[in-house]
């Protein structure tokens, strides 16, 4: 990614450089004897070229992307965590529910509609299960649907979670 972002930055440069030359709106060789001074003379000129220099780069490279991954799904989703991602967007439809699957750290089974879930990233979230709910004390023993309508469960109690999409109609 450096090398790529070096590249269409190096690209971007030349081709404001080369640009404002061309334009009159920039005079290379006077910044090349002494940049500083140009700076100081015509800092609204360089300002300018700065930033239509990001904004060439930052386009480009972002035009490049959208046309190499035009088709697939971003894996990187900023502001968004696995739990959002599996248990709410990650869903085909409007009317799926997530049915989930619970092994408690001390060896109990947990299955249930998954109801809520706390949706911050902070550590200790907490998932609201709701009927039909089932339960299994050990591996050894069956699943038993139990008569709670609903079952609240923190992150340190679970070691880990699995569940399946199914249609809410």
């Known amino acids: 990614m450096v ?7 190096l690209v971007a440069a030349l081709a404001v450089v080369a640009g404002g030359d061309a334009l009159g709106l920039l005079d290379s060789s006077a910044f090349g004897r002494s940049p500083n ?7 609204a000129c360089v300002l300018g070229a700065l930033t239509a220099m ?8 972002a035009g490049a992307a959208h046309l190499v991954h035009r088709s697939g799904e971003a894996v990187f ?22 049915v989930a699957l619970l092994e408690l750290r001390d060896g109990r089974r947990i ?17 609201g299960l709701t009927t039909p709910i089932y339960a ?19 992150e340190a ?6 569940g399946r999409y199914r249609s809410g109609t």
């Open 37 to 43: 001074q140009y700076l100081f003379d015509h800092p």
């Open 136 to 154: 299994q004390a050990s591996p050894t023993s069956p699943m038993v649907a139990t008569e709670d309508q609903f079952l609240v469960l923190r």
């Open 111 to 127: 299955a249930g509609v998954l109801n809520t879930f706390t949706s911050e990233t902070e550590e200790n979230r907490e998932i």
């Open 54 to 61: 990001l904004g060439l780069s930052y386009g480009a490279a």
């Open 3 to 9: 090398v790529i972002g070096g590249t269409f930055s």
């Open 157 to 162: 109690d679970v070691l880990y979670i699995s």
């Open 77 to 98: 989703k900023p502001g968004r965590h696995v739990w959002q991602e599996v248990f709410w967007w990650a869903r085909d439809g409007t009317t799926d529910v997530t």
